[in-house]
């Protein structure tokens, strides 16, 4: 096999590299030794003689570096000004997901596992010398990127660009973290120390977006109760995947009607915060590459500033030497039990259904759900939507991973374990159900909402909470 050698010396397991690699980054930057265009080549040459990669391969090395600060590959060209435009830039642009040149020569058919991995979705992927995404078509799942063990894609890294943010104390920074986070720093880590440590690193505070599956999930049963009035009758839901939102919007336009224009956790939560509090920045915290590009969805853009993954994130712990275990718990008890399991599949199904049994004990039609989780469950059930097979549900709920958000690609713990210490999370709660989450109406009364049931009448709330 061509190039076998090469690729296992200096290649293969790249996914764990370019985490060190962003960590180098982290530390410079952090320190205040990334200035110029020469600092940024000494690392390069650093890495590459730490990680044995050949002289050839600098400019492989010097496109994720840039990917790792944040920017677009270049390919050949030496640093220039990178430095200035992270220091300038506030945000990270799209596309989420670059190619990566030089990489895939060594990279035998047999031998590469990414020409499939988006088989499910459009056959958005191809290999010729190197992979070519239709970003009109890419759900942006992430699912290329983790299959590629050689780095010829990647998610850009949004946390450089924050750093400067974080050291400002005239900008307060939020972090708002995916319930799905709960066991992905230690099964003994409390979030009360994750709260800490985001503290640490130049938080203001850290909000559960869980707190905002709350409002959505009653808001949805509203939804629900008026849109579903007969046998006939189907909703899908809409407030948590973007990977099954887009699916169904980008291919499913007749069975988009059925689907409310609500936004998501995460939107909401920076939404909130930012008609809250003046002048902020609002930072999500998830297992999801997805959320990447929703941050950057022309309608939803500025809602959310930055996002960072669970597997950045804990490398920027460990780069910081912050170790969470050693810290004080500052806990808040800010979600109920139906928020905290959005993170698994079935749990915006279980929330969902909750809330419309308080809302209408006697109602005839019951909600009854159909959860499914993996690109290609989702397709499968779409398509037999599509054809007018409704059968036994008329509630449904797609999630991309499989798993739910706890099997989402950038997550550091696998998939049941960490349904298992999401639902344990849960049940710690002292709220069991969105309606009774008190945190919810202190929330709204800052809005002018007395009645719960205002939450889908014309006003500000309900404006906040819809897409354009």
Known sequence: MRGWFIIETRFKAFQEKRMKIFSEVVKKYWNNQLNNSEDLNKLAENIREKYNFLEKDMSFIKDHIRIAMGLDPRGEDDFQDEINIIKNSKEVKKPIIAKIEGVCEYCDDEDCKCKDACKYEAHIYRRSKGPIIENNKCLNCGECVTKCDFGALADKIEFLPLIDFLKDEKVPVYATVAPSIIGQFGEDVTMGQIRTALKLLGFKDMVEVALFADVLTIKEAFEFTKLVKKEEDFFLTSCCCPVWFNLVKKNYPKLF??????????????????????????????????????????????????VLTFRELREIFDTLNINLKDLPKDEKDQASFGGRVYARTGGVSFSVKTVVNRLEPRRLIKLKAKKVDGVKKCKQILDELSLGNIKEYNFVEGMGCNGGCVGGPRTNINSEKAAKLVNEFGEDSLIMTPFDNINVMKILKQFGIDRIEEIIEDNEVSRLLNRE
């Open 257 to 306: 009607q059925h689907m409310p224009p609500s936004i998501s956790p995460m939107i909401a939560s920076g939404r909130f915060l930012k008609k809250l509090y003046d002048d902020i920045k609002v930072v999500f915290v998830s297992p999801c590459i997805a959320k990447k590009a929703e941050a950057k969805e022309a309608n939803l853009k500025g809602d959310i500033d930055f």
